[in-house]
């Protein structure tokens, strides 16, 4: 008989370790191919009620730039870019109305002369409203409470069904599965990106999504925390949004007659400009219109008129008497008479929480209640409504959707359950 092996502590603890390692290997990759195959199941089960093209996914990561080709040129030529999980597959020059491939690497006009409208991603909303308080000291910064009411940043308002399914996604194969059975009818797959260009009239319904998110720009109220610099802010983010609704509905034709009164007191610019960015609103209103650069570039040309001067009558407002209070009542009427610096309590109404990179801010329902103003990306996070399932998914599920279908099918198995 040989000798019979014996084994060290050392050894014994090698052994022990590298079929712990083994065992908890083999047990995560059999619950990863489980979840695998559930993800797998439960996108199949989607896809095949999925006939629609993904114009929601193509709408909500768009973003646009306007350049100009040289320093002479007096309106920008502006870009639609679209983009799939994170990179842009192509351009709409939205003068011409046609797609190009993205350019790679550096484009010296638009480094120097462009502006870039990044997508805005939606974070949650908030549907209700409060009084903000200022303080006395303008200098003085927004109280903390005040501050986190605002903004929201705070856990209480982060979608916990997201949090949850990013995590378990990352860990698990379930997301794997789904993307895999769902990938021929995903944004990312190149046919499907050309598929969705190929439609009658895509450029169409591109431009005007464009339009919108150069439109909305000007009322994203950032991070502010200083109490001054959000009062002034909000002030031209009120005249902004209130003009824009007039632009729309101008049934006593103030808009003509405050342009000839601009003209007739030597504004012939601040005329010129408010009548384009009119025209723009009403052609972007009208689903039959074209959109051009000109009307990108009216909204630019506006609302940099409004930031720069705080109100268009800035120096043209009668000085004393019947005519200066008959000139302020009838913009008060309207609502855009100049912003009062000696505010101190500002109404802060609903809004819809978006973040633009690190930046986190929210914009106010007031301007998206308006289908011309409103992206198709946040029509869901803005209907009163919020029981149907398309609704429940947009708000709980955030950017893991995906988990949407695997949750509710539980939930129906588990309401069949109680019904026995």
Not at 9 to 27: G, I, N, Y
Not at 241 to 267: Q, V
Request: net charge neutral; charged share 25%.
């Amino acid at each position: 008989m040989g000798r019979r092996r014996r084994w060290s502590k050392s050894q014994l603890l090698s052994f022990a370790f590298r079929t712990a390692k083994f065992l908890l290997k083999s047990q995560l990759f059999t619950l990863f191919f489980v979840l695998f195959l559930f993800g797998l199941w439960m996108g199949t089960r989607v896809r095949a009620h999925a006939g629609a093209l993904p114009y929601e996914e193509l709408f909500e990561n768009l973003s646009v730039i306007s350049y100009r080709e040289s320093p002479s040129d007096s309106i920008p030529h502006f870009v639609a870019e679209l983009s799939a999980s994170g990179h842009v597959f192509r351009e709409l020059d939205l003068d011409a109305r046609r797609f190009a491939d993205p350019i790679r690497g550096r484009d010296y006009r638009r480094a120097i002369s462009g502006t870039h409208y990044p997508a805005l991603a939606v974070r949650g909303h908030i549907a209700r409203g409060f009084w903000l308080e200022l303080p006395e000291t303008s200098a003085r910064a927004l109280l903390p409470e005040q501050f986190q009411e605002l903004y929201s940043s705070t856990l209480d308002y982060v979608k916990p069904v997201g949090v949850v399914t990013t995590v378990l996604g990352t860990l698990s194969g379930y997301s794997v599965g789904f993307r895999f059975a769902t990938w021929s009818h995903s944004l990312a797959n190149p046919a499907v990106q050309e598929h969705i260009l190929e439609v009658p009239g895509i450029e169409r319904r591109i431009a005007r999504e464009a339009w919108r998110r150069v439109l909305i720009e000007p009322v994203v109220m950032g991070d502010e925390s200083e109490a001054a610099r959000f009062a002034a802010v909000h002030g031209t983010q009120r005249l902004y949004t209130n003009f824009f609704k007039l632009a729309l509905h101008d049934s006593d034709r103030f808009i003509p007659r405050e342009c000839a009164r601009l003209d007739s007191t030597g504004h012939a610019g601040e005329a010129q400009i408010m009548r384009a960015f009119a025209n723009a609103v009403r052609h972007a209103a009208a689903d039959t219109s074209d959109l051009s650069s000109a009307d990108f570039a009216a909204v630019e040309n506006w609302a940099s008129l409004l930031d720069r001067t705080g109100h268009w009558a800035t120096g043209t407002i009668p000085r004393a008497g019947e005519e200066r209070s008959r000139y302020l009542g009838t913009l008060a009427w309207y609502g855009i008479a100049p912003a009062d610096n000696d505010e101190r309590r500002i109404w802060v109404g609903p809004r819809l929480l978006v973040r633009e990179g690190s930046t986190e801010g929210f914009v106010a329902d007031d301007i998206l209640r308006s289908p011309a103003a409103r992206p198709t990306a946040w029509e869901e996070w803005l209907r009163p409504d919020t029981t149907g399932a398309n609704t429940w998914n947009v708000q709980w599920m955030g950017t893991s959707r995906e988990f949407a279908p695997a949750i509710q099918f539980v939930r129906g198995l588990a309401h069949r359950g109680l019904q026995r």
